[in-house]
T-cell receptor, first 114, second 110 residues
Framework: DQQVKQNSPSLSVQEGRISILNCDYT??????FLWYKKYPAEGPTFLIS?????DKNEDGRFTVFLNKSAKHLSLHIVPSQPGDSAVYFC?????????????FGRGTQLTVWP | NAGVTQTPKFQVLKTGQSMTLQCAQD?????MYWYRQDPGMGLRLIYY???????DKGEVPNGYNVSRLNKREFSLRLESAAPSQTSVYFC?????????FGPGTRLTVT
């Protein structure tokens, strides 16, 4: 049973526009959320995170929004660039987890076209 | 500082053969993880290790064993490979907040 869900397997956006990637979760014990980016033939790399005590975190062109009541988070990329084309994974961690185990969604393939 | 390294990068096995995937990290992290990634399935946790000498099962441990040899190294062993184990395998280690991934091993079992 997937506790972290990314319901859009793919997203296509024109360069310069906003990309919005969505993620839903079911476990109310999750207290820390991360986005990872993955290029083909490489390992995932950390992009941005947010703690459950916040509702927004920004880092340059990337902003993550958290809506705890809806158990929903989203990643906004503005403006989108062709180099952003990759698979994006949403991940979550439970409160008090000393093991730091992450639960991943299935990923969204973002394609940014010129 | 190489981060997380994995060997080999590619491997082809016949059904029933065994092999060990190697992983090492130089960031002095306590926790290490093994994942597999299959098309449309995201990253699924196979095993993890909170510290040297301890290991625990993840979501999909069947058919695998692990060894946490020391703080740096965490290996994944397939005793009798099956076609269902064809996948890309990622090792990761963790600091206080995020996990750092290796480049992956692409394994094909025929």
């Amino acid at each position: 049973d997937q506790q972290v869900k990314q319901n859009s397997p793919s997203l296509s956006v024109q360069e310069g526009r906003i990309s919005i990637l969505n993620c839903d979760y079911t476990n109310s014990m999750f207290d820390y959320f991360l986005w990872y980016k993955k290029y083909p033939a490489e390992g995932p790399t950390f992009l941005i995170s947010i703690s459950s005590i916040k509702d927004k975190n920004e880092d340059g062109r990337f902003t993550v929004f958290l809506n705890k009541s809806a158990k929903h988070l989203s990643l906004h990329i503005v403006p989108s660039q062709p180099g952003d084309s990759a698979v994006y994974f949403c991940a979550a961690r439970t409160r008090g987890s000393t093991l730091g185990r992450l639960y991943f969604g299935r990923g969204t393939q973002l394609t940014v076209w010129p | 500082n190489a981060g997380v390294t994995q060997t080999p990068k590619f491997q082809v096995l016949k059904t029933g053969q065994s092999m060990t995937l190697q992983c090492a990290q130089d960031m002095n992290h306590n926790s290490m993880y093994w994942y597999r990634q299959d098309p449309g399935m995201g990253l699924r946790l196979i095993y993890y290790s909170a510290s040297e000498g301890t290991t625990d099962k993840g979501e999909v441990p069947n058919g695998y064993n692990v060894s946490r040899l020391n703080k740096r190294e965490f290996s994944l062993r397939l005793e009798s490979a099956a076609p269902s184990q064809t996948s890309v395998y990622f090792c990761a280690s963790r600091d206080n907040y995020e996990q750092y991934f290796g480049p992956g091993t692409r394994l094909t079992v025929t």
